[in-house]
């Protein structure tokens, strides 16, 4: 229904765009459920596979709609188990092997950081269908703050040792975190119909607030000069996507019309 | 347990902590079990996950179990027995009086 209403000019760029928010939300939460039965303890272990379903549902509605929006026929399912790594549009950050404990929370603290000023302000977005998504995802998505901004305070004021794992997460982390306010002209063709959200000035309110957490976690902010990877946007990924993709897609692969 | 070197070893489990919900604004917290936390916000957060967030809840009170004062099984006599042979606390003790509607 909301094909219909879309300047054919900006078919293609929208359909790429809620792609790479779906497909952000998509890898997050694989690697997230991936921690099932392996959590620290018990609770956490229900945390995190909470926090995964949480974004494997946002991926489902952005995917679905991103369906809607392409024309082709194609649904949520289709989109996520039948596209090849060169297809996927999600950021490095999110590929990345889960790691520790203390990765995947620095990890997810910065990714739900950025979330949180943007969803704040693609509430706003001219196309209907995804400020409705939007408004629904920022609630979820303070959650995933209070949880992963608590434990990276734990675990960095914490013990020498939990110290000096977040510390390491975060200097590796940091590399990838520029992708983040990647924008190009799918984003711009989108900004001029009010659909897409400008991330220039998201920059700044996002590392004062990193800022602000490392501080009570006593952590130190890594060099800000550091190899900035980026790729995933335009389909150029890091060698771990194609593992996960070979697990996430193995059974629909296998047996395309499996059901429950 | 004690280790080669007779030291203790460490209890690694996080303090436990009473999960109390409440569903609607106005009527009592129930208890509804138990997490493990290092603090007063992980115990919410944890509660939340385990106890919260399928059901419709209002409110969740976590309260560390060691400040739980409970009595134990040896106080059955004299803290509970009374009731049973003092019938005339039960309200059927009393006769009705015929001609008393609405009661």
Redesign the interface.
């Known amino acids: 229904m909301s094909a219909q209403n879309i300047a054919p000019e900006l078919q293609q760029p929208l359909f790429e765009y809620l792609l790479r928010l779906g497909d952000d939300r998509l890898i997050l939460g694989h690697r997230l459920s991936e921690w099932c039965g392996h959590g620290p303890?018990?609770?956490?272990d229900?945390?995190l596979a909470?926090l995964a379903l949480d974004c494997i549902g946002q991926a489902s509605v952005l995917l679905k709609e991103a369906g809607t929006v392409e024309g082709q026929g194609r649904s949520e399912d289709d989109l996520a188990y039948f596209r090849d790594a060169i297809d996927f549009r999600n950021l490095l950050l999110v590929e990345l092997p889960k790691g520790d404990f203390g990765f995947t929370i620095v990890r997810q603290f910065l990714f739900s950081t950025f979330s949180y000023f943007f969803l704040e302000k693609l509430q706003q977005s001219a196309h209907k269908p995804l400020a409705g998504i939007a408004a629904k995802t920022f609630k979820e998505n303070l959650?995933h703050l209070?949880?992963s901004r608590?434990?990276l305070v734990?675990l960095g004021d914490g013990t020498e040792e939990s110290h000096q794992r977040v510390q390491n997460a975060l200097d590796e982390l940091w590399g990838y975190t520029e992708e983040m306010f990647y924008m190009d002209q799918v984003d711009e063709a989108l900004m001029n119909a009010g659909i897409a959200v400008d991330l220039q000035p998201l920059k700044e309110q996002w590392l004062s607030m990193v800022r602000e957490a490392l501080q009570e976690a006593t952590l130190e902010l890594p060099d800000p000069d550091v190899y900035q990877h980026q790729g995933g946007r335009t389909g150029f990924h890091t060698e771990h996507l194609g593992h996960l993709l070979a697990e996430m897609q193995i059974l629909p692969r296998s047996y395309p019309d499996a059901r429950w | 347990m004690a280790t080669e070197k007779n030291v203790p070893e460490q209890d690694t489990q996080w303090p436990r902590w009473e999960v109390f919900v409440q569903e609607k604004t106005g009527e009592p917290h129930q208890h509804a079990g138990s997490v493990h936390a290092p603090d007063g916000e992980l115990a919410l957060q944890n509660a939340r996950d385990v106890y919260a967030r399928r059901g419709k809840v209002y409110s969740i009170w976590v309260v560390p179990a060691e400040h739980i004062v409970a009595t134990s099984p040896s106080d059955q006599g004299p803290f509970f027995d009374p009731a049973e042979d003092k019938i005339f606390r039960y309200p059927h003790f009393y006769k009705v009086p015929r001609g008393v509607k609405n009661l």
């Open positions: 303890i018990l609770e956490e229900i945390a909470n959650y209070r949880h608590k434990w734990v």
